[in-house]
């Protein structure tokens, strides 16, 4: 139940309703309407804005029940003021029924932006059913700014992270016994923050991570300084064709097939027999916002692997 509105059920003359604030760019969907006309059982309870008597969630089930010729529709009651009781519908809208358009979703989140600047993009996108991303582009064509954005676990925090970041890492060399909760309120900054300067502090790095433009080319000289050396590696490995042979072979052992960790090897050994046409493509559909992301997870897997076979090389093998 969300808040602000009531559990309980009224019947509502259906003439004293309107659905003029509706996050539907476009209007309700006749063939939806018709459809919800066809049922005979009672329609679930529509949510309207008290103050407003402006329908949040059911314009599809009042126009409806207009058509079928009721006179009166069941109705829960919304007491929170305008802005939010538009939050509300959109949520609703994109949790059940005919769900918005993205059209209708970009829509609502310039106008939320509007009404709650400070709410951060990831809670609006929560809310809107678009990704944070979009919802950032859509802050910056709009010019929708706050000082301080309140997250979707109701924490307020600053937009400019890099004041948090330095009172963060005076508080940690003062008192390097707090926690990452003490420090994350005492400097209105997230703990994941605090950990992240921690780490920083701990491997003598300046706490605030440097422009992403600056990161982008010094990522990209060391990418060009690999290059050789990845080729090299290239040239090293196995073929695909040979790796999938061992693999096919090992299925075959039935001290690996018929045990758990034996499967769960072989399945986790089955990824590394793609094909590179195919490595190329997952490569190439990594999306822009998250390769940072999955080229660290996979040099961390690298090392796993790397390390995986180290411990087995180490083992004393008993051969009969």
Do not use: Y
Not at 28 to 51: F, G, N, S, Y
Not at 181 to 199: C, F, H, K, L
Not at 225 to 253: F, H, I, M, N
Request: proline share 6%.
């Amino acid at each position: 139940m969300e808040i602000g509105a009531e559990t309980v059920v009224r019947f509502v003359e259906i003439a004293a309703l309107s659905t003029r604030d509706s996050p539907r760019v476009l209007g309700e969907d006749p063939d939806h309407v018709q459809a919800l006309a066809a049922v005979e059982d009672e329609l679930p309870p529509i949510l309207v804005h008290r103050a407003t008597m402006n329908v949040i969630d059911g314009a599809h089930r009042l126009r409806a029940a207009r058509l079928r010729g009721d006179d009166r529709i069941p109705v829960r009651f919304f007491d929170g003021d305008a802005a939010d009781a538009f939050v509300v519908a959109v949520q609703h809208n994109i949790a059940h029924g005919l769900p918005l358009s993205l059209a209708d979703r970009k829509s609502a989140a310039e106008r939320i932006i509007a009404s709650h600047p400070q709410w951060s993009d990831r809670r609006i996108a929560s809310s809107t059913g678009i990704a944070p991303g979009t919802v950032a582009e859509i802050r910056r064509r709009t010019r929708g700014t706050a000082e301080v954005r309140i997250g979707q676990d109701g924490r307020a925090r600053p937009v400019n992270g890099v004041e948090g970041r330095r009172l963060a890492a005076e508080l940690i060399r003062k008192d390097p016994g707090l926690s990452l909760r003490q420090v994350a309120r005492a400097v209105g900054i997230s703990p994941e923050t605090v950990r992240d300067v921690r780490n920083r502090l701990n491997q003598g790095a300046d706490p605030v991570p440097a422009p992403r433009s600056e990161r982008n080319r010094t990522v990209s000289l060391a990418a060009r300084r690999r290059a050789p050396a990845a080729r090299r590696a290239a040239e090293r490995r196995t073929p695909p064709s040979e790796r999938a042979a061992v693999v096919e072979r090992l299925r075959g052992d039935p001290a690996l097939r018929f045990t758990e960790t034996g499967r769960n090897l072989l399945m986790l050994l089955n990824v590394h027999t793609l094909k590179q046409q195919d490595w190329d493509e997952i490569i190439n559909n990594v999306p822009p916002h998250r390769v940072g992301v999955v080229a660290q997870l996979a040099r961390d897997c690298a090392e796993l692997w790397t390390e995986v076979a180290t411990r087995m090389e180490g083992r004393t093998v008993g051969v009969v």
